[in-house]
Every structure is written in C-alpha cells, then in structure tokens.
C-alpha cells in the first residue's frame, strides 16, 4: 500500500464466519489499526492471526488520536478504523475522526461489511425503499417520548438501535406515541446463537417481550412501521380507485396532482395517500 489511507472496516456483528477476505487482508497489512475497545477486538484479531498494533478510538478520546493518526499517515502508513461489532461511525465513534482525515487531505476508503442496521431491515418485511434510521433513542422517558412523538406521523419506516436494560421501557413509550396497533418488528442479537426476529403489533409484542425474560437480554434492532397517510381511509372509495389508476400511468406527484383535479380533494392528501399506496 504506497499511498496513505484510512480504511473503514466492518467487522462481525455475532458471527465471525462473516468477516470478510478482503476485511482480514486489510487489517493484516496496515501499520495501525484504530479500534474502539482495543481489549474486545484483540479477540477477533486473534481469531485471524491479525498481529497489526492497535490503537484506542472511542468517544471519550477521538479528538485527541487526531493528531497522532495525521502523523502517520503523513509518513505513508496506512491505518484501519474498527468497531466493536459492525460498520464504524453507524452509531458508534469516528465521525469526528473521519472527517479530520479528510479535511486534511488523504484518502478514506470503506470495506463494507456486517451492520446490524441493514441486516435487521432486509429480513423485516417492512418497507425498506425509504426508512429513517434514529440510532438510539434518548435514555430518560421524557426526552426519549418527546422523539417518538416527533416521529408519530412519519410515513417512513423507522429503525432503532436499543439495550437490554431499556427495551422494555422503550416499547413502552413507543406504546404510548404509536399506538397498539402499529406493526413493530423486534431484531435480537442478529447472526448470534439466539438470533430472533419477530414482528407483531405494537401492544402484542410489549406483551410477549415482558412475558419471556430471554426476550429482554442482547442487543436490538427496533423496526416500526410508517405511519399510515391521514385520511386515507376516509376517502370515497371511487377517489381512490381514480387514484390507483393514475398511478399505475405516472409518478406519485403528478398522479396526486391529476387526482386533485378529477376528485376535487386536496393534492397534498392525495399525495399522502399514494405514497402509502405506492409503497
């Protein structure tokens, strides 16, 4: 590697079987690899016989490993940036990191691999062509309702990332902003020994989530449902028939706006309305 880089690497989100060829070339070849728990990944390089020096990346101390890292690369070494578990800077540190490198003027390159986000979001059955993804939410019920009530109409699906010891507390919450019968499907510990998937409406899954205590340990992806188009139920239903048809013809927007112009309703419920149905 001649020219000065700063990889991106995904590593395993539970499974080491998914760590990439190419991941494991990476790691073995640069002159530094910034890792966030230098203690937890000294597993998984001992698992690939990785002997690269590591270094600690994490929250509290990225802004200070800044310059060290700058200093390196401007001798040539190429360093890697690793999670514990999954894509880097996905709800975990080094943002501030990547940014720096840039702005200075080398080059950041990813090697994709595992994330809990995705991996979560492609076995769902939810809508997955457009979706929100909220990290984890706040940590005290107040704020963490506040952020669920700004969401309550969002007509995307929404995904989160929550701990064991307030996923109870935070499907409660989402209970409350949401509603019973919001469509809510529970990700837990993906790719590991007790991986589960399960989707229900919203107040049936807070009830089987309290009545299994394995259910509450590991860590989760927290799909839901957008939310549904206002009105649309109350539509005649030859509006909505007229809708269906222009839509099958033209784009959500034009198709919206033709059928305000038939129907006389308005085209921003119109338009509301064929998102959901074109979804």
């Known amino acids: 590697m001649s020219e000065a880089v700063l990889y991106v690497v995904a590593t395993p989100i539970g499974n080491l079987a998914d760590m990439t060829p190419r991941a494991i070339e990476v790691l073995q070849s640069v002159s530094l690899i910034a890792a966030e728990d230098t203690r937890h ?42 999670s514990d578990a999954g894509t880097p800077l996905i709800s975990d540190p080094g943002f501030v990191l990547v940014r720096a490198v840039r702005e200075a003027g080398y080059r950041v390159l990813p090697v994709p691999g595992c ?9 769902a059955g939810l809508p ?20 669920l009530e700004a969401l309550a109409c969002e007509p995307r699906t929404l995904v989160f990332y929550e701990s064991p010891h307030r996923i109870l507390a935070s499907l409660e919450d989402m209970l409350i902003c949401f509603g019973a019968d919001r469509f809510v499907v529970l990700a837990r510990e993906l790719t590991k020994t007790f991986e589960t998937v399960e989707g229900r409406p919203l107040g049936e899954l807070l009830e089987w989530v309290r009545s299994d ?31 269906d048809l222009l ?33």
Do not use: W
């Open 213 to 243: 205590a394995n259910q509450q340990k590991g860590e989760f992806v927290v799909l839901v449902q957008g939310a549904p188009a206002p009105g649309g139920d109350a539509f005649d239903p030859e509006a909505l028939r007229v809708l």
């Open 41 to 82: 990944s000294a597993r998984l390089m001992a698992h690939f016989n990785i002997k690269t020096p590591m270094i600690s990346v994490h929250d509290h101390n990225e802004r200070q490993r800044i310059d060290k890292i700058l200093q390196l690369l401007g001798q040539g070494d190429s360093l890697a940036l690793i």
């Open 128 to 147: 997955s062509d457009r979706f929100i993804f909220e990290g984890f939410l706040p940590a005290k019920s107040g704020s963490r309702r506040q952020v």
């Open 115 to 123: 994330s809990a986000l995705v991996a979560a979001l492609c076995v």
């Open 247 to 279: 839509l099958e013809e033209l784009p959500v927007k034009q198709a919206a706006a033709l059928a305000a112009k038939i129907t006389g309703l308005k085209k921003n419920a119109l338009y509301q309305v064929a998102l959901g149905r074109r979804e």
